[in-house]
């Protein structure tokens, strides 16, 4: 029985329950390290719950500890913990400012594939009560196209792509969409992509940038991105990363405060036409898991 076929019956057997609440999973990514995605994540956690969300993070970016550095604290446990040393999920959540959950991924996701079955089980159940514990779960990236990146990418149905108007920003934004259309499980009709220009003199600014990377990507790669919103180059929010403090607790009216809050209410009013997708942490991580959709 191969790991797919495993999985598939572990759910079959009721372990991820449809009668459960499912989890809102929202994918940050970019195309190049150094534009803002970890300052994205963080800081829109913190506007999601302002406005009463319970959010976890999953830190999946594995050569990087940004989201811990910006909490101010080392995480004790890591999703490793939770795989090989037996600890459950609860166990394995550091509480930062505000209440917001941090999972440190440390190298764990990227050995799932090989696990047997009962290990899956375990992990699969476990990712499951996620589910009760956050109504969004915001998973942090690495930056580029790695393989790692786009089996995150591939297995969310909505993902936030942070670019910057420096020209190399803009093609490895587009590198990063390429590569993610040319992936064999990719689907554009069960994901959303939503663009988010970072560190802009203005919102006019932030438009053109969002112009620049559609005309290419409509044009060559025929993939729907949307625009999100802008936030503006602020000197308060690199103060506030010099004070390991979110923007968003640190300087709350501060220019790029603002604006990760208009993008949080954009992100939470759903448009006319369209439903917030809650996948669930256990589906998504089956996903990656699985090579193929269940």
Not at 9 to 23: D, E, F, H, Q, Y
Not at 105 to 111: L, V
Request: hydrophobic residues 40%; aromatic residues 6%; proline residues 4%.
């Amino acid at each position: 029985m191969d790991q797919a076929e495993q999985l598939r019956n572990i759910i079959k057997a009721g372990t991820i329950s449809n009668n459960k609440p499912l989890a809102r999973v929202i994918t940050v990514t970019s195309g190049k390290g150094g534009v803002g995605k970890s300052n994205t994540a963080i800081n829109l956690a913190i506007q999601f719950r302002k406005m009463g969300q319970k959010v976890i993070i999953l830190d999946a970016d594995f050569g990087l500890a940004n989201i811990e550095i910006m909490f101010g604290a080392v995480p004790k446990h890591n999703l490793c913990d939770l795989i090989y040393q037996g600890k459950n999920i609860r166990e394995i959540i550091t509480w930062g400012p505000m209440e917001v959950g941090f999972i440190s991924g440390g190298s764990g996701i990227a050995g799932l594939s090989n696990l047997n079955k009962d290990y899956l089980w375990y992990i699969i159940r476990n990712l499951e009560e996620l589910d009760a514990i956050a109504d969004t779960i915001i998973v942090d990236t690495g930056a580029g196209i790695s393989d790692a990146v786009l089996e995150f990418l591939v297995a969310s149905g909505e993902i936030l792509l942070v670019t910057t108007p420096e020209p190399t920003s803009i093609t490895d934004s587009y590198s990063l969409l390429k590569a993610l259309n040319r992936h064999p499980r990719f689907s554009n009709e069960a994901s959303q992509i939503k663009v988010i220009a970072n560190k802009v003199s203005s919102q006019e600014e932030g438009e053109v940038l969002f112009g620049k990377l559609n005309a290419v990507v409509s044009g060559y790669l025929k993939l729907p991105i949307t625009y999100l919103d802008a936030v503006p180059d602020d000197a308060q929010l690199s103060q506030a990363v010099m004070k390991q403090m979110p923007v968003s607790l640190q300087s709350p009216q501060a220019k790029s405060a603002l604006a990760y809050e208009r993008i949080a209410e954009k992100l939470m009013n759903k448009e006319p036409g369209q439903k917030i997708q809650k996948r669930g942490m256990a589906a998504f991580f089956s996903h990656i898991v699985n090579g193929k959709k269940i």
